[in-house]
């Protein structure tokens, strides 16, 4: 193996800069902050009763809305698989895809819209002779955003969950006389029993972490997450002390529910392979059963649909013409492409080289362990607070850069990170299976490096790298964290454009921006995954 | 006795019409080429698919408006009879309430069931746990506490070795004497017939072709139509 030597540089660079680009991004800015903050201040920011106040609030919401989100998610998952050929639920499959990558400010400005004081339930009310009330701002609507976000996330994968039933177990609970009760307390729930822990996990870290909701519909410091208290403390108390006691705690309660999910995380008994002949479910002809899904489709339509309708429908108003023909909307979305082109590629690129070291490990050298540690940084992204990254890298970036552009540049940087775990939560697997498939072929072959990626993992993986560019890049379109923080009128995003005009009450004008970020979304997910991902087969 | 008349049904390219009758007791084997319907008779029987017209008489009555449960039938599958996230107990007791609500007397049953198919003791294994003859052996008791009075085994011992097979056959075979069962037996071993059935039907193309003593079709002088069939090298 004396060529080897040579290309060994090569064989490892890829890996070796996106893990350097992802430990640098996540740990240099730690690193500023810390040192930019000294230990005793930090101390005497954890003892103030805000910050407990904050956290425990933090923790509160995002138990609520996991429990909320899972309970209805269970009886929609179940109406979706009783009834697939219910239009609604063709058109709950759609819906729920909107959901989940909708810009949050998308879905505040249509839970606004539907919930709002002058908004579609107080107009009812209104039209049957009560009173118009106020309960949109504050926990209620903190949890009506994390429904409508989550809840489609937990339906999908219990949905997924009931679908991986051998269908020979419908045949035998025909034989054995199961009604609708029985198969939900003995198929359908322990089917989703499995994923469930994963499930809360993943939706409690969303809503733990969250941010955009709780600035717009938290309604003021009474309820405020984590992230939002490190917002505050950043930009109008430029207390960083605070921030970082804040963040300490953010990332030591993420790290260990992580750590008590991946301990906790056994392997289920797992059923039998199946022959995949379909045998109908004996439980659709049950009336009771019938009223339950058409209950639980109706719930979940006004939870999620209304919201995504009034973004359509109060996006055509009055002002609409002038909103379009105003250069200020046009400046805003030709940043909000270049942020999410650039920021979505770089997460790609990370992914990638990530992967390739991860598989160089792993299937080159068998060092799993280590190939397991490096892939598990990918998700490091999930539990650091965005924000405490893009003041860090503001720190550092400050000597050199021009402060009052640097917000876009910090932009495409955190949310290059941010969609790195969604990344490779598409691309690895595709990855693993072309490295499965072609492994011998190419070992025998002598295909190594940059011309097996290009030649044989690219064809492969091209339509989960279109997926997942797809979706980093939709993920920093509609951003609004970093640039909430470090934006200014001359490098105003999309999103942000939104905020502004939610928050000064201009509401028609916000509709229409939100309806265009809307459209910006759609088609660059659908010009990425057509043109990248290439034709079907 | 059952009284499979005209019974009409369409699979793909394949129009099948079956006309079979057996009596009370008795086990008769379902041998013939695979894709001849074989599988599909059962199933037409079980109730898990519905034929265009015809009629499944049992024991004077016509069972073909029946749910799958609600005739006097159980079928035991080649694969998949327990249910992988539920235990052996669970399984069991899905025969006897299929909410498992599970009282002391059905807990005794299952008892008894398991006793009966050499698996005393067993009763808190999950599947997974099990061999392929012992999940197979767990259904066999399932099928008992169902106590239906016809049994249709769709080739449920075909994929264990022979002598756990010969066992199992034995097993059905003295489960039948004392319960005066009447079991319907599909199989592309012409060995497990000989073993156990009385007669033994050919099928070919959606047709029974035939009805023999058990005796005649594997003695010297076999039926000249399935003698091809019978002296075909046996599938692996």
């Known amino acids: 193996m004396r060529a080897a030597s040579s290309t060994a540089v090569t064989r490892w660079l890829p890996g070796g800069v996106a893990f350097a680009w992802v430990a640098g991004l996540i740990g240099l800015p730690l690193i500023a902050l810390s040192a930019a903050a000294p230990g005793g201040q930090i101390v005497e920011a954890l003892a103030d009763p805000y910050i407990r106040h904050v956290v425990l609030f933090s923790l ?453 921006t939100a309806m265009v970020l809307a459209g910006l979304c759609v088609a660059l997910f659908w010009v990425i995954e057509t043109f990248v991902g290439g034709r079907k087969r | 006795m059952i009284e499979i008349d005209r019974l009409r049904f369409a699979y793909e390219a394949i129009q099948m019409e079956f006309s079979l009758q057996v009596s009370r007791g008795e086990c008769l084997a379902i041998i013939g080429p695979s894709g001849a319907g074989k599988s599909t008779l059962l199933s037409l029987v079980g109730g898990f698919e519905t034929p265009l017209s015809g009629r499944i008489v049992i024991d004077g009555k016509n069972i073909g408006d029946l749910r799958p449960d609600a005739r006097p039938v159980t079928t035991l599958f080649q694969e998949h009879n327990l249910f992988a996230h539920l235990s052996v107990e669970q399984n069991i007791g899905l025969a006897l309430d299929p909410g498992l609500k599970l009282t002391a007397a059905h807990r005794q049953e299952i008892g008894e069931a398991l006793e009966r198919v050499g698996l005393s003791g067993m009763d808190r294994r999950m599947p997974a746990e099990l061999s392929g003859g012992q999940r197979q052996r767990v259904a066999l008791a399932r099928t008992l506490a169902r106590r239906k009075p016809v049994l249709l085994l769709d080739e449920p011992f075909s994929a264990l070795d022979p002598p756990l097979r010969r066992s199992m056959l034995n097993l059905v075979d003295d489960i039948r004497r004392d319960r005066d069962m009447t079991i319907l037996m599909v199989s592309h071993l012409p060995d497990d017939a000989e073993r156990i059935a009385q007669r033994v039907a050919y099928i070919e193309n959606g047709r029974v072709l035939g009805v023999y003593e058990t005796g005649r079709l594997f003695g010297n002088d076999p039926p000249a139509e399935i003698a091809a069939y019978l002296h075909k090298p046996a599938e692996s």
């Open chain 1, 60 to 512: 509160w919401q995002a138990i609520l809305s996991t429990g909320l989100s899972i309970a209805l998610a269970v009886p929609v998952a179940v109406a979706l698989a009783r009834r697939p050929d219910w239009l609604g639920t063709k058109i709950f499959l759609r819906l729920f895809n909107l959901a989940l990558v909708a810009p949050a400010m998308i879905a505040i400005l249509g839970i606004a819209t539907v919930h709002g004081r002058s908004g579609w339930v107080n107009d009812l009310v209104a039209a049957v002779g009560f009173e118009r009330g106020h309960y949109l701002y504050g926990l209620f609507g903190i949890l009506l955003a994390h429904v409508f976000f989550n809840m489609p996330l937990a339906a999908r994968v219990f949905l997924r969950s009931i679908e991986d039933v051998p269908p020979e177990n419908w045949r035998l609970a025909s034989q054995l006389g199961m009604d609708f009760r029985a198969i939900f307390r003995l198929i359908d729930w322990p089917a989703m029993r499995r994923v469930l822990p994963g499930v809360a996990a993943a939706v409690f870290m969303l809503c733990f972490t969250s941010f955009a909701v709780v600035l717009t519909l938290g309604g003021g410091p009474w309820a405020t997450t984590i992230e939002v208290a490190i917002y505050q403390a950043l930009r109008i108390e430029f207390d960083i002390p605070r921030a970082v006691a804040l963040a300490g705690v953010q990332i030591a309660i993420c790290l260990v529910l992580g750590a008590a999910f991946l301990w906790s995380g056994r392997v289920g008994t797992g059923f039998f392979a199946t022959e995949r002949r379909p045998f109908p479910r004996p439980d659709v002809d049950h009336p009771v059963g019938r009223m339950i899904d058409c209950a639980a489709l109706a719930l979940a339509f006004g939870l999620v649909g209304a919201p995504l309708a009034a973004v359509l429908v109060s996006g055509l108003n009055g002002t609409s013409m002038a909103v379009l023909f105003d250069d200020v909307l046009w400046r805003a979305v030709g940043r909000s492409l270049v942020v999410a082109v650039l920021a979505g590629g770089l997460s790609l690129g990370l992914g990638f080289g990530l992967l390739h070291g991860v598989r160089l490990l792993r299937t080159g050298y068998g060092w799993h362990r280590l190939a397991n540690t490096v892939e598990l940084t990918g998700a490091l992204p999930l539990i650091a607070p965005p924000l405490m990254l893009a003041s860090g890298l503001f720190l550092l970036l400050r000597p050199f850069a021009d402060v009052l552009s640097v917000g876009l540049y910090l932009t495409v940087l955190v949310n290059a990170l941010m969609g790195l775990p969604f990344v490779l939560r598409v691309l690895a697997p595709a990855m693993a299976r072309a490295d499965d498939e072609t492994r011998r072929l190419c070992l025998d072959l002598g295909i190594d490096g940059w011309n097996r990626l290009r030649l044989v993992d690219w064809p492969l993986v091209r339509g989960a790298a279109a997926l997942a560019f797809a979706i980093a890049a939709t993920l920093a379109a509609g951003d609004v964290g970093v640039i909430a923080l470090f934006g200014s009128q001359d490098t105003e995003t999309l999103p942000l454009l939104l905020y502004r005009r939610m928050g000064a009450y201009q509401m028609e004008a916000a509709a229409v």
